[in-house]
């Protein structure tokens, strides 16, 4: 019986208006992403290849990953170039992004937003009638007049309408990454392919708790046009507003100081030392070493608030799936805050490495110097317990709202 | 007639539940949102008013021309506006080791956010089934079946559907304005009233636009599940897709040069290779004053600063003779600055050209759709936007032309009492210009989103154009 109304569920969807129309957006959302975010990552590696040190120039340069196409997150920022320069200061070189202030306007059109919002929009949309338009319609009677009891039906329900909603998302992925593959310079690891495959299984039970916040909304209402608000509105709440609240709030709760407050902090402590050497009242010696101790003091002191604010945002957020899915996607891509860390914690280790050199009159560090290094974290070291955690996270919001869906429908008024 | 229709649409909308559920929604979300920002705003202004006592206590203790222009940075205070519209961050040009990645993940909540989201959302919903919504129940055939034109009853539900989803709208703003009028860290002006009154109506007309493109979508289907599946589809091609999209297809059509290394080519140009170029010019003059007055330098090369003042003081040639050499000496080095300084300028210059090229088709891409045109139109009236930066960089430029003529005057008149004086050596400079950040005109400010808002105008024309003819062969049966 269960398979009898999965085919039913499958072919009475697919042959909706609604199908048809979600499928043509998604499809074409998740190809133009594709596209652009493609030949975005082709720019950087090119800008990338550019910008390589030479032998001997002190610079730490991260390579753009291919995985940024699907969850761009932080990237641009990782592979800006880092100078170290005169007193172990790091002077870091523009995005390439940062002359063209409209960027700052929009969001970034990569596959996370797609499947974060526009295919979080999707799974309501196929959720939202399921229940209520079945009542409306004068179907759900009907069905459950037969031999089904209510627990198979509303599990048929569920998993036709999701395969539904899942099978032409899966072939527009896949449509998308076999283009993508096809370019000479796009080059995906065995690492790389597990990531994805990880990201895909991580992408659809995200799209399930939206598909069950939809069927619980479906049966906790009595009619569509009332399901369809409150499931319009809960999107909005649970993809835009919960995050981007939380996020301001953090800043509230844990205060940082500006960009431009700390690099003038930076530049006083530089400029203090430089002109109380020239006067005579420091040791020459000590010049270098104490531009460096004052800086690493201030980045200390930084990143301790920062941090403060990271976990109290993270946790803030992660109210809503598209928090813990965003976090989950962009660490896993090597685009995240964990990826963050560990770039921000290699150039200082290199920085302290070559710390000491002789310098040009300009600051500039000559002399033989070691190139930098880097290894983007491993799978594993991604899916710490803080990504596993996020996992579970949504693998307890799938299981909160179906079984309030569940429960709802068992009270159901068919009539 | 028309009234009663208007009167019957209020009534029935501000009666369901999309209404209810929006305007709880709406106004919770924005107060939340305005006090958290305002509180963050307060944070700004201490951060900023930080960063002026730090810098004068710095200059106070450590000023010395040559190093003065990594410490003259003028700062832009937070604007008046950052507790209702963020726009762009004031240090969005600013490169750090140390950055907040956050907004860069989960962009931060506004009123703009509020309007654009979650209430063109509700203009769709209020709107989608206005035409057939009606005709599904059977009440279009009995309203037209008075005396009374399809286009009065278009325009009622227009005025009707309007001025409900403006109810919740204006109830957030209101609570908003009288929440920051209230707030001691908030100083608003007559102007920033006026700027708050044109941002509500540049809203209205944003609103209003989903809600023609509902009304239309609405006269164009026969059921309402057929309409918002399709209002939804355009309003995500509107608001998600072509301004998120537009700045990429820019810079993908219209490519700068690597942005880095431009930059790093003109720190070389000012920095080693004026060294450099100074160095060889001031070398040819020392060589011309030892050739020329040998006596006068094999004097002068031994001598300690203290005892070059005493021979000035004492012995007129050879004060003229040093004042004429560190006089020409710092000709060569103005000379070598402005050398490199026009080849940096020429390579700057060639990037921005590309810049203002790409920000243009990026501007004009997102302007396909109302969502960007009403983002230009809120940051730009508001000074959060990019003519608020411009305008910053303006006056900053000007500031720093008025700092550097104080500081060259300064210097004049302090070798003029001690000519050893050198540009490493402490200069009082505590009676210097200050900078003050003066928000653009309101005028001004209002010339430039004029543009927008008559893009947001034609797209309403549109839309009731497409509604007006929609419903005009619009099958009531």
């Not at chain 1, 172990?88 to 937003?113: A, E, M, R």
């Not at chain 1, 710490?384 to 996270?393: C, F, K, M, R, Y």
Request: aromatic fraction near 12%; charge should be positive.
């Amino acid at each position: 019986m269960l398979k009898t109304i999965i085919i039913k569920e499958i072919q009475a969807t697919i042959s909706s208006f609604k199908f048809a129309v979600i499928t043509i957006l998604s499809t074409t959302l998740i190809l133009t992403s594709f596209f652009i975010m493609t030949n975005d990552y082709l720019a950087r590696l090119e800008n990338y290849e550019i910008l390589q040190p030479q032998d001997n120039d002190p610079t730490a340069l991260i390579k753009p990953t291919p995985l940024s196409i699907f969850a761009k997150g932080l990237d641009e920022n990782l592979c800006r170039s880092y100078q170290i320069h005169f007193g172990g200061q790091i002077i870091v070189g523009s995005k390439q992004q940062s002359v063209n202030s409209i960027f700052q306007f929009f969001t970034t059109p990569d596959l996370l937003f797609v499947i974060k919002v526009i295919m979080g929009l999707a799974a309501m949309l196929f959720a939202f009638d399921a229940i209520v338009g079945e009542k409306e319609s004068g179907s759900l009677k009907l069905a459950l007049s037969n031999s089904v009891s209510r627990p198979i039906w509303i599990l048929g329900k569920w998993l036709g309408g999701f395969i539904s909603l899942i099978v032409p998302f899966i072939l527009a992925l896949l449509i998308g990454f076999t283009i993508i593959q096809i370019h000479p310079d796009i080059v995906f690891s065995s690492t790389h392919l597990h990531i994805i495959t990880l990201m895909l299984i991580i992408s659809i039970i995200y799209l399930a708790v939206f598909y069950s916040i939809g069927f619980m909304i479906s049966s906790l209402t009595q009619q569509t046009s009332a399901s369809l608000v409150l499931s319009l509105f809960t999107w909005t709440l649970v993809v835009f507003i919960l995050p981007n609240l939380g996020n301001i709030l953090a800043k509230q709760l844990a205060p940082l100081p500006s960009v431009s407050q700390l690099e003038q902090q930076k530049d006083q402590i530089w400029i203090k030392e430089v002109f109380e050497r020239i006067q005579g009242r420091t040791d020459p010696g000590m010049i270098e070493k104490n531009i460096n101790n004052g800086n690493n003091r201030l980045m200390e002191n930084y990143r301790m608030k920062f941090n403060r604010r990271t976990i109290m945002s993270k946790n803030i957020t992660r109210l809503s799936p598209a928090s813990a899915f965003t976090f989950i996607a962009i660490d896993l891509a090597g685009t995240g805050l964990l990826e963050e860390r560990h770039v921000k914690q290699a150039i200082l280790t290199y920085k302290d490495l070559i710390f000491g050199n002789d310098t040009d009159s300009d600051g500039n560090i000559t002399g033989i110097t070691p190139a930098f290094s880097f290894h983007r974290l491993s799978i594993s070291s991604r899916l710490n317990s803080e990504t596993l955690a996020n996992i579970g996270i949504l693998i307890i919001f799938n299981f909160i709202f179906f079984s309030a869906a569940y429960v709802a429908f068992l009270k159901y008024d068919i009539r | 007639m028309l009234k009663t229709l208007i009167m019957k649409e209020i009534q029935e909308q501000v009666s369901s539940l999309r209404f209810i559920t929006g305007l709880i929604l709406c106004v919770l979300i924005t107060c939340t949102a305005v006090v958290i920002l305002t509180n963050n705003y307060k944070q700004e202004q201490d951060n900023f008013q930080q960063q002026i006592t730090s810098q004068n206590h710095f200059l106070n203790n450590y000023a010395h021309t040559n190093r003065i222009g990594a410490i003259i940075t003028p700062n832009r205070p937070p604007a008046h506006f950052h507790p209702l519209v963020l726009g762009l961050a004031n240090d969005t040009d600013q490169q750090s080791f140390d950055t907040d990645p956050l907004p860069t993940l989960f962009p931060p909540l506004d009123l703009i956010f509020i309007i654009t989201i979650i209430l063109s959302l509700m203009a769709l919903l209020l709107s989608h089934d206005g035409v057939c919504g009606e005709r599904e129940k059977g009440t279009l055939k009995l309203i037209l079946s008075n005396n009374v034109s399809r286009g009065t009853v278009l325009l009622s539900k227009w005025i009707g559907g309007t001025t409900t989803l403006f109810i919740p709208f204006i109830l957030s703003v209101l609570f908003a304005t009288l929440y920051l009028l209230v707030h001691p860290s908030v100083a608003w002006s007559a102007t920033d009233i006026v700027t708050l009154l044109f941002l509500i109506l540049g809203a209205m007309t944003f609103l209003s636009i989903y809600f023609l493109m509902g009304l239309w979508i609405s006269a164009k289907v026969k059921t309402s599940s057929i309409s918002i599946l399709t209002a939804l589809f355009i309003w995500i091609i509107f608001t998600l897709s072509i301004p998120n999209l537009s700045p990429y297809l820019a810079a993908q059509c219209f490519k700068i040069p690597s942005v880095n290394r431009i930059y790093k080519e003109i720190r070389q140009l000012r920095g080693i290779e004026r060294d450099k170029l100074g160095r060889k010019m001031l070398a040819a003059l020392t060589a011309r004053y030892q050739s020329e007055h040998s006596k006068f330098w094999n004097e002068l090369e031994p001598m300690s600063k203290e005892a070059i003042r005493q021979r000035s003081s004492t012995d007129p040639a050879f004060n003229t003779l040093y004042n004429n050499f560190t006089a020409q000496s710092r000709e060569v080095w103005k000379e070598a600055n402005r050398i490199q300084a026009e080849k940096a300028a020429k390579l700057k210059n060639n990037l921005d050209d590309k810049v203002k090229v790409q920000i243009w088709a990026a501007k004009h891409i997102a302007c396909l759709s109302p969502y960007a045109n009403f983002i230009y139109l809120a940051t730009d009236i508001c000074g959060t936007g990019t003519r608020g930066q411009a305008a910053y960089k303006d006056q900053a430029a000007v500031y720093l032309d008025q700092f550097y003529n104080y500081l060259s005057n300064k210097e004049e008149q302090i070798r003029t009492k001690d000519p050893a004086y050198n540009n490493n050596a402490f200069i009082d400079i505590s009676d210097r210009p200050q900078f003050i950040y003066a928000e653009e005109q309101f005028t001004a400010r209002f010339n430039a989103i004029l543009p927008y808002w008559g893009v947001l105008i034609i797209f309403n024309l549109i839309f009731c154009i497409l509604a007006f003819t929609a419903f005009i062969k619009y099958d009531i049966r």
